[in-house]
């Protein structure tokens, strides 16, 4: 009776084991050797007994610390890639941007997924590292705005099934790209200006020629009508990329106290990361919020740090996108077979630390 019971329980874990493999993806996480343990009410010898043939036989993969997974197919075996995802960032001042990819490779290796970070200078830097490679399952390539040449992406392409961009300024490639449209969210913001009275609304952007960034002063220049070709008196350009602002750029782009007739009664700033730095503009400046000048910032509208839980915002969630990131990375590394496309962020704005997300921006 005592071997009856014993092999009745290796079935059972068997059965369970091999109904997962046939219902699942390449990749897969399967049920924990406690787990099974638990809900077998069977011993660790018993489960890992089980395991060894499907193990062998390549059903199954068991890494340390990674748990058990449904094996790739023999055409897609793991020794031929060096990892799973490989991450590419230029490397840049913004700690919002690393963060983000810092918290990624967490969740992805929590997964069981083989992750490889590596920041480059500029493209000859990272053309050297992929020379030095074998395959990838998917890169994921953060550029902080920067100009992304052809051949650098046709690179990326040589040694990775798949390419996923953090940014929607590369749109229209053989890749998944995943952002916010900028010029949305400035165009809502300003619009909520004008409903409160403002008529003299100023934006403080970066200088930089991204297409984004370009495309986000060129649409400040259609909201408030400006014609030029002078200077608009009320666009304030800053000599650094979003996220590398300084104290003194901040500074700059804020009225006198007290505000003459022509200063700016309403301010919008894309591109601060500490909330804190606007902060001491304007003890400096000796202005009063809501009263000498209204603010308003684009970004993230669930990052503490660049509002200080004081200025109204508008953008993105910060963590949606690491949601999508992770299901757009997790699918491509799982070989999904669906087109690459542009996937837009939803805009969202906090007003008085009322949170509203604008459906209408996902169209």
Same mark, same amino acid.
């Given at each position: 009776?005592?071997?009856?019971?014993?092999?009745?329980?290796?079935?059972?874990?068997?059965?369970?084991?091999? %109904?997962?493999?046939?219902?699942?993806?390449?990749?897969?996480?399967?049920? #924990?050797?406690?787990?099974?343990?638990? =809900?077998?009410?069977?011993?660790?010898?018993?489960?890992?007994?089980?395991?060894?043939?499907?193990? =062998?036989?390549?059903?199954?993969?068991? &890494?340390?610390?990674?748990?058990?997974?449904?094996?790739?197919?023999?055409?897609?075996?793991?020794?031929?890639?060096?990892?799973?995802?490989?991450?590419?960032? %230029?490397?840049?001042?913004?700690?919002?941007? +690393?963060?983000?990819?810092?918290?990624?490779?967490?969740?992805?290796?929590?997964?069981?997924?083989?992750?490889?970070?590596?920041?480059?200078?500029?493209?000859?830097? *990272? =053309?050297?590292?992929?020379?030095?490679?074998?395959?990838?399952?998917?890169?994921?390539?953060?550029?902080?705005?920067?100009?992304?040449?052809?051949?650098?992406?046709?690179?990326?392409?040589?040694?990775?099934?798949?390419?996923?961009?953090?940014?929607?300024?590369?749109?229209?490639?053989?890749?998944?790209?995943?952002?916010?449209?900028?010029?949305?969210? $400035?165009?809502?913001?300003? #619009?909520?200006?004008?409903?409160?009275?403002?008529? #003299?609304? *100023?934006?403080?952007?970066?200088?930089?020629?991204?297409?984004?960034?370009?495309?986000? &002063?060129?649409?400040?220049?259609?909201?408030?009508?400006?014609?030029?070709?002078?200077?608009?008196?009320?666009? @304030?350009?800053?000599?650094? $990329?979003?996220?590398?602002? %300084? @104290?003194?750029?901040?500074?700059?782009?804020?009225?006198?106290?007290?505000?003459?007739?022509?200063?700016?009664?309403?301010?919008?700033?894309?591109?601060?990361?500490?909330? +804190? $730095?606007?902060?001491?503009? $304007?003890?400096?400046?000796?202005?009063?919020? *809501? =009263?000498?000048?209204?603010?308003?910032?684009?970004?993230?509208?669930?990052?503490?740090?660049? @509002?200080?839980? &004081?200025?109204?915002?508008?953008?993105?969630?910060?963590?949606?996108?690491?949601?999508?990131?992770?299901?757009?990375?997790?699918?491509?590394?799982?070989?999904?077979?669906?087109?690459? %496309?542009? @996937?837009?962020?939803?805009?969202?704005?906090?007003?008085?630390?009322?949170?509203? &997300?604008?459906?209408?921006?996902?169209?």
């Amino acid at each position: 009776m005592k071997i009856k019971s014993k092999m009745s329980k290796d079935a059972a874990v068997r059965n369970k084991l091999k %109904r997962k493999i046939a219902e699942g993806q390449p990749g897969d996480r399967l049920p #924990r050797v406690r787990d099974l343990m638990s =809900e077998f009410g069977t011993s660790q010898r018993v489960v890992e007994r089980v395991l060894a043939p499907l193990i =062998e036989d390549g059903q199954i993969t068991a &890494r340390p610390g990674a748990g058990l997974h449904i094996a790739q197919q023999p055409d897609e075996a793991e020794a031929v890639f060096n990892a799973d995802c490989l991450i590419l960032y %230029r490397a840049s001042e913004s700690r919002l941007a +690393r963060r983000l990819l810092v918290e990624l490779v967490n969740r992805l290796r929590r997964n069981g997924y083989r992750v490889e970070m590596k920041a480059f200078v500029d493209e000859a830097e *990272g =053309e050297s590292f992929l020379e030095r490679q074998g395959r990838f399952r998917c890169c994921l390539l953060q550029t902080n705005f920067e100009v992304v040449s052809v051949r650098f992406l046709a690179r990326i392409l040589d040694c990775a099934d798949a390419l996923v961009v953090d940014g929607v300024s590369l749109t229209g490639i053989d890749a998944d790209v995943i952002g916010t449209n900028w010029r949305e969210a $400035l165009s809502v913001g300003y #619009r909520m200006l004008q409903d409160r009275g403002h008529s #003299r609304i *100023g934006f403080l952007t970066s200088a930089h020629d991204a297409r984004q960034i370009a495309m986000a &002063r060129r649409e400040f220049l259609l909201l408030s009508g400006w014609e030029g070709p002078a200077p608009h008196p009320r666009l @304030h350009t800053v000599a650094a $990329l979003p996220g590398s602002y %300084r @104290h003194s750029d901040l500074v700059g782009a804020l009225p006198e106290s007290p505000p003459d007739a022509a200063a700016s009664t309403a301010l919008i700033i894309w591109g601060l990361v500490e909330g +804190r $730095l606007l902060d001491a503009a $304007l003890q400096e400046k000796n202005l009063k919020l *809501g =009263e000498d000048v209204s603010l308003l910032l684009l970004g993230s509208v669930d990052v503490p740090s660049e @509002h200080v839980s &004081r200025f109204d915002i508008v953008g993105n969630s910060d963590r949606e996108k690491l949601d999508l990131f992770e299901t757009v990375v997790t699918a491509r590394i799982k070989g999904s077979k669906e087109p690459p %496309r542009t @996937h837009y962020l939803p805009i969202y704005t906090v007003v008085n630390g009322s949170i509203q &997300r604008h459906d209408a921006t996902l169209a």
